[in-house]
């Protein structure tokens, strides 16, 4: 009776204890079936005796096809070395924690994943199996890699920027710059990260202007400012800064970039396009007077004027009017050149003849000068525009005299070389020193020279007579020593046959209508 009274009770805690057990498993197992990342467990020799939902869909298995098999299934050659070697260290240390993995599909597609893996060991350190925890992590790989790209992309972009791009933290200290900022100011990349207010291309005499620029810029009060900056050499330089705030979730300035432009040649630019008004308006003005001077003496003095003075007065206004229109004709031509649209009306051309007109046209303004013309009998035909090449001719001409007060002889000669016709023109003038030679054949370079004072000229001529040889295929150049004259040569290219366009050369060739 006793013995059945303790029989009972112990029967019913086992049978209580198994329920509990049993209980517990099962919610464990619910829990682990719907857990969202995989859940594997192999035994010692690495097959599968458990896997959860996940961990099958993962692979694109069922939890009934993967059991039993090898955990290799899951693994390309030489990620399953990595998994053995995880597997190892489990079995040595007791776990692994988050390895990155790359696993096999059913398909054969691989995905990357973190592994974390545990043993399983009974009372005696046997292993009775391997436990591990997957997370598919393709998704945040694939964040990961755009956001990678993104930056890639964008320091691309920054460090293959014409402008330069300088990042300020909230106190102003330089957190990057970009290889064209660096190159501007001439300050490298170290000595300006890191570096405060006052910025050492701020120039001290702008240090207040500049600063206030500052905070108007981070205060968001204004985007775009015209300021001067210094290179490191101590030159200032004018710039225009473009800035934008960066801000954080709470509205807070995590940092102030800005792009800068370097407007120096824009300046320059604008100077010239003055200096060019004020001296054409100035030359137009100038030679408009003599014209209307000429003409208004001549119908007001109509009665009184002899014969011979009325046509010196016409003849005046005439030459007047005729230089006018070769400035307007230059001014044209450069202009057309500028804007890319000089059409050649090219031909084959008698270098003869065009040379025969334009000293007629000179001489007829009595030139006291002697042009002699020295060509060689037979002379090739160029591929040409033969109103171009007058200009050129006349331009050279003209200038052959201007620059020769002491009189003297000017000449004209050509001679074939290989494929191309060197035609020069050469004085007995002032000549040009071997550093102002290098001046030449830019707008508005005229050399100062004290015997030809009064001279006049809008320093055009060179740069069309080079446009314009150019435009054709030719060079243009200039041998001279002061006082002693000068030679202007220029090039361009022979025909063999009618058609035959010169390769080079920056205009389009069109036929004269
Ligand atoms: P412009 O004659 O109208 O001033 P150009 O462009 O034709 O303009 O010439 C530019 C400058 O080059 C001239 O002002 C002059 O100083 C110099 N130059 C040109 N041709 C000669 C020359 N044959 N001899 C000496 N100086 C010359």
Same mark, same amino acid.
């Given at each position: 009776?006793?013995?059945?009274? /303790? ?27 719907t857990?969202?990342?995989? =859940? ?15 961990? !099958? ?6 939890? #009934? ?14 990620q ?21 993995? /790359? ?18 060991k ?23 890699? !755009? ?21 300020l ?10 290889p ?8 490298s990349?170290r ?6 207010i006052?910025?050492?291309? /701020? ?17 968001? @009060? ?7 900056f ?18 954080d ?15 120096t040649?824009?300046k ?6 003055? @200096? ?10 100038s ?6 001077g000429?003409?208004?003496? !001549?119908?007001? #003095?109509?009665?009184?004027?002899t ?6 007065? =016409?003849q005046? !206004? ?5 230089? =006018? ?39 007829? /303004? ?13 002379l090739p ?35 074939p ?52 040889? #150019? ?18 040569f ?8 009618e058609?035959d ?13």
């Amino acid at each position: 009776m006793v013995e059945k009274c /303790w029989r009972i009770p112990e029967a019913e805690k086992l049978k209580n204890e198994r329920n509990q057990t049993e209980e517990d498993l099962e919610k464990f197992k619910i829990i682990a079936d719907t857990a969202t990342y995989g =859940l594997a467990i192999t035994n010692p020799e690495g097959e599968f005796v458990y896997v959860n939902e996940s961990y !099958a869909r993962m692979h694109q298995y069922t939890s #009934e096809e993967l059991i039993g098999k090898h955990f290799s299934v899951l693994y390309d050659e030489e990620q399953f070395k990595v998994a053995e070697r995880l597997k190892n260290r489990a079995a040595h240390v007791g776990s692994f924690v988050t390895e990155e993995v /790359w696993h096999k599909r059913k398909d054969g597609a691989v995905f990357p994943t973190l592994m974390t893996g545990h043993t399983v060991k009974d009372d005696r350190g046997k292993i009775l199996h391997f436990t591990a925890t997957t997370f598919d992590i393709t998704e945040r790989k694939q964040t990961e890699e !755009a956001l990678r790209r993104e930056k890639e992309f964008s320091q691309g972009l920054i460090a293959s920027m014409q402008d330069g791009l300088f990042v300020l933290d909230s106190d102003g200290v330089h957190i990057d710059v970009n290889p064209a900022f660096c190159k501007m100011t001439g300050f490298s990349r170290r000595e300006l990260i890191g570096v405060g207010i006052p910025h050492p291309y /701020w120039p001290p005499e702008h240090y207040e202007e500049i600063g206030r620029a500052y905070r108007k810029g981070l205060a968001g @009060e204004s985007e775009n400012f015209e300021l001067n900056f210094m290179r490191k050499n101590g030159e200032r330089f004018p710039v225009i800064v473009s800035s934008s705030r960066l801000k954080d979730g709470q509205g807070n300035i995590i940092s102030y970039f800005a792009t800068v432009k370097d407007i120096t040649e824009h300046k320059k630019l604008d100077q010239l396009k003055d @200096e060019f008004i004020s001296l054409v308006s100035h030359e137009l003005r100038s030679q408009l007077t003599i014209i209307i001077g000429a003409l208004n003496t !001549a119908l007001s #003095e109509e009665k009184h004027l002899t014969r011979d003075e009325m046509r010196r007065l =016409l003849q005046d !206004a005439s030459c007047e009017a005729e230089s =006018l229109s070769r400035l307007v004709g230059n001014l044209l031509e450069l202009s057309r050149s500028q804007a890319k649209c000089l059409t050649l009306f090219a031909e084959p051309v008698d270098i003869r003849n065009v040379v025969k007109n334009v000293v007629k046209q000179i001489t007829q /303004w009595n030139t006291s000068h002697q042009i002699v013309v020295d060509f060689p009998r037979k002379l090739p035909s160029v591929f040409a525009d033969q109103l171009r090449l007058e200009r050129v001719l006349y331009n050279l001409l003209e200038n052959a005299i201007k620059y020769s007060p002491q009189v003297g002889e000017i000449r004209v000669f050509a001679k074939p070389e290989s494929r191309h016709l060197v035609i020069g023109v050469s004085d007995q003038g002032i000549g040009i020193s071997v550093s102002d030679q290098a001046k030449l054949f830019k707008l508005f370079q005229r050399l100062e020279d004290p015997r030809v004072e009064g001279v006049k000229g809008a320093g055009l001529g060179l740069m069309v007579c080079q446009r314009l040889v #150019e435009a054709h295929g030719g060079r243009i150049w200039v041998e001279s020593k002061p006082g002693q004259g000068s030679t202007f040569f220029f090039t361009l290219p022979l025909i063999a046959k009618e058609h035959d366009i010169p390769e080079s050369g920056s205009a389009s060739y069109a036929r004269r209508s």
